[in-house]
């Protein structure tokens, strides 16, 4: 695993974008980046085991490196599941089939919001939706609705905002004490911090579940949650 440095130096005043050396470091960024991401990696595993269906779909939407697909490989197996990858940056899904190399994946370096979506059993968006421009995600939410079977399942994981802005400044605090327990220094905090301003656009976990409600799904929880950083499952 390669080590993240890349906010030690300012190359990436213009923001964040998931080019080479993003990619390069990605395993190593978000595991120090994202408090409980191993967690919900192994959750994913579990919820995909109680919800993959005989031969259905799984989607791994802005899969990236892969560790969800692998999840999700691993929950399915033995259930006949086609799995499909999805990242629309280059970098990524070319790294990501060299670390999967596994041909009975199929991996797609395409735009999810243009990914076909049909008889769907498990649907991952980790991490990748906060990410979409807010007027086009509850198009994406009512695609992915549409696209799954009756009882299947998107597992939805965010960074999230929080109504009160004291809460939100103490759980950005806590945050950012987490990175730094990882071996972030504070430059490398603030820069990062300012490369990902108005490209990540977190939304309150209220608003996820209403979103969630307007695009379809029967019911919405959460079932996961480490400081601003949540993992929710809505069912179809």
Known sequence: MNHDSIYTSDIHNNGFIFDDKVACVFADMIKRSVPGYAQTLQMVELLAHQYAQQNSNIYDLGCSLGASTMALK?????????IIAVDNSPAMI????TILDDETIDTLCQDIL?????????????????????NERL????????GLKPGGVLILSEKIAFPDA??????IELHESFK???GYSDLEISRKRSALENVLIPETMD???KQLQRAGF???HTWFQCFNFASMIAIK
């Open 139 to 146: 198009d994406l939410l009512k695609r992915i609705q549409a």
């Open 166 to 171: 004291s809460e939100n400044n103490r759980q």
């Open 94 to 97: 070319s790294r990501c089939r």
């Open 218 to 220: 029967s019911a919405s």
């Open 207 to 209: 608003a996820h579940h």
């Open 74 to 82: 691993r929950g399915a197996a033995g259930k006949n599941c086609h």
């Open 114 to 134: 243009e990914t076909d979506i049909a008889n769907a059993s498990v649907i991952v968006l980790n991490f990748v939706l906060q990410f979409i421009a807010q």
């Open 180 to 182: 730094r327990a990882q």
